[in-house]
């Protein structure tokens, strides 16, 4: 790490350059959060410590490859941690991208960036050149961890062009086979065993200050990036594993990509803040997850697509294996089917909970005591009692009345109060007292005299893919530079196991050759776009429908597409 320069603000000082463009929490709720004790006053990477501390002989993570006690995790973090400080020019403060799928080095760089008082930037490793150019420049990330060995080894190349782009100027390769000026794993955490760990730069952060960037919308545009802040992220996870009881003893099984907002605050951060074992699947693949199962035998499986839900009753060997370990089973991150709960219950035995949940903050969860009609009908109620719920009339004034159709706007201590440097996303996105609308459309129903929440609908233009994420717009924008196309619309299709899938509404150039799925694809992955965007389906379409006000009317375009299908042979 470099010295500051003289006559410069230390960017990672409070209001310093890499704090410019955050919308922070009013000094009243900062107040009252603390007073209430779900803030403490420390940062995320001393809470962690403080753990790593209390628990250190206990298992922390456990993959197919590797078991790792707290005292082994956290001493490779803190080497990993020295060794960014030592034989980087990253400084406090700075942002890194990452591109690591699940395996330990992506736990340990993690946790070693926070301790070095570096953001992690949580981006995937099927983002393109384009995607974490965009994403880098606007949080000002200069660095990029990444394995080598992920996928078809294409993130060497990428990482090559990002570099010579400017955009990146210092690479890690936390994993695979090193290349170019590249900083190797083994080289950083051999750097960091001689070097002072105990003074690393984390004990001089401020909890008000940025953890972690999460990733929300697309990358054509301005970014969405959450801003998620020491102390609230902190809490986030603190109060997910207090409402499931977790703690020394428990063994948590993730099987969705790790560095996302859901695997950081459902999974890794939970579990490593109590004392629990982390158990990460290398991928969402059934067999491997069966294998896991067997293997550690977990309490939780804190979260589980309903795709993969469907993956797993779909599969006879999962008859086969005892899984009554497993005592939470929650099921999330997109509409779950109430087939799909009851099969769970019939074939499995499994008596499944219900979450909402998203990187902006918010979780709600039901409870693992509930009945069915809440278990299988909503995604039950708030994870903190400080957690406020408004189901908003379209007018955005005045709230629905109760089992009426709204929007669901969220605030409370653990949900931003801003995307950053997104004035003016922040102006539509976030109501002028701070709740955040999520553009997810609910209901507050009361059962029993308590209040629980289904979502059933959406207004943002968002395709959720199997719990994926894909923002329309984005994908439009780049399929509008095909030179043969006049107008594009993207809107979802029902799909049996992931929900959803893109399909692209073209309008055509006169007598252009229509594009296949196939030939758009190639073009947009030339665009830079992540493969899992792309779409599946394409209609030729003369012209794009239009709403009363002018817009493309999707909700035409959704029950065209729905139609087609429903008359189409199964195959
Ligand atoms: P992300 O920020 O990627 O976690 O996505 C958050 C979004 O996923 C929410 O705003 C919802 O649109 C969707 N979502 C998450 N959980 C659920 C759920 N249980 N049911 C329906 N949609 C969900």
Redesign the pocket.
């Known amino acids: 790490m470099p010295p500051v320069p003289d006559g410069t603000v230390h960017p990672f000082s409070p209001g310093g350059p890499s704090e410019r463009g955050l919308v922070t929490y009013p000094e009243k709720a900062v107040a009252e959060y603390r007073a209430t004790g779900y803030w403490t006053g420390r940062t995320l990477p001393a809470e962690l410590r403080a753990a790593a501390h209390e628990h250190a002989d206990r298992q922390a993570l456990i993959t197919p490859e590797v078991a790792l006690t707290y005292e082994e995790l956290f001493t490779l973090a803190e080497n990993f941690a020295a060794g960014l400080v030592e034989a980087t020019e990253l400084w406090p403060g700075d942002a890194v991208m990452f591109q690591m799928g699940n395996v330990a080095e992506t736990v340990v760089s993690y946790l070693g960036c926070l301790l070095a008082g570096i953001r992690p930037v949580c981006t995937l490793p099927q983002h393109g050149v384009r995607e974490i150019s965009v994403l880098a420049r606007h949080v000002g990330a200069r660095g990029l961890i990444l394995q080598a060995d992920f996928g078809r080894g294409q993130l060497p190349d990428q990482a090559r062009q990002l570099m010579s782009d400017g955009v990146i100027t210092e690479v890690v390769v936390a994993r695979g086979p090193a290349f170019g000026s590249a900083l190797t794993y083994d080289a950083l955490l051999r750097v960091g065993e001689v070097v002072d760990s105990a003074h690393l730069p984390y004990h001089s952060l401020s909890p008000d200050q940025i953890a972690v960037f999460q990733l ?1 919308g697309g990358t054509t545009g301005l970014p969405k990036v959450a801003p998620r802040l020491h102390e609230e992220y902190t809490y986030n996870s603190v109060a997910w594993a207090t409402t499931l009881n977790w703690g020394p003893g428990t063994v948590a099984l993730y099987p969705l990509p790790i560095m996302h ?2 695997g950081i605050s459902v999974g890794l951060q939970p579990a490593l803040l109590t004392g629990a074992t982390l158990v990460l699947a290398p991928t969402a693949g059934i067999p491997a997850l069966l294998d896991l199962i067997e293997a550690t035998r977990p309490d939780a499986l804190p979260l589980v697509p309903p795709a993969l839900a469907v993956r797993l009753l779909e599969e006879p060997r999962s008859r086969q294996v005892d899984l009554s370990s497993i005592k939470t089973f929650i099921v ?5 089917a109430l087939e799909t709960a009851e099969r769970l219950r019939d074939v499995l035995g499994i008596s499944i909970r ?7 903050g918010m979780f709600l969860v039901t409870p693992s005591d509930a009945g069915e009609e809440v278990r299988h009908h909503t ?1 039950g109620s708030p994870i903190s009692p400080a957690d406020e719920i408004r189901i908003l009339h379209p007018d955005g004034k005045s709230e629905v009345p109760d089992g009426a159709l709204g929007e669901l706007c969220v605030r409370g201590p653990y949900t931003i109060r801003g995307y950053f440097r997104a004035e003016q996303h922040n102006a539509a996105a976030f109501t002028a007292d701070g709740f955040y609308r ?3 459309l609910a209901r507050r129903r009361i059962v029993d005299g308590m209040a629980y929440y289904s ?1 059933d609908g ?1 207004i943002k233009d ?1 395709i ?1 893919r199997g719990v994926e ?1 894909i923002h329309a717009d984005e994908v439009e924008e780049l399929i509008m530079r095909h030179p043969d196309v006049v107008n594009a619309a993207l809107v979802a299709m029902p799909d049996k196991v992931l929900g959803e899938r893109g399909c692209a509404y073209l309008v055509l150039k006169p007598a252009a050759a229509p594009p296949t799925v196939a030939s758009l694809g190639v073009f947009l992955l030339g665009e830079g776009l992540a493969r899992y965007k792309l779409p599946e389906r394409v209609e030729l379409i003369e012209s794009l429908p239009l709403s009363n006000v002018g817009k493309v009317a999707k909700k035409a375009l959704r029950e065209d597409i729905a139609m087609k299908l429903a008359a189409e042979p199964h195959v």
């Open positions: 929300s907002n859901a999330g991150g997109q509409k779950l219900q979450k909402f949940g998203m990187a902006e995604v999520t553009g997810d979502i959406r968002v959720n994420k």
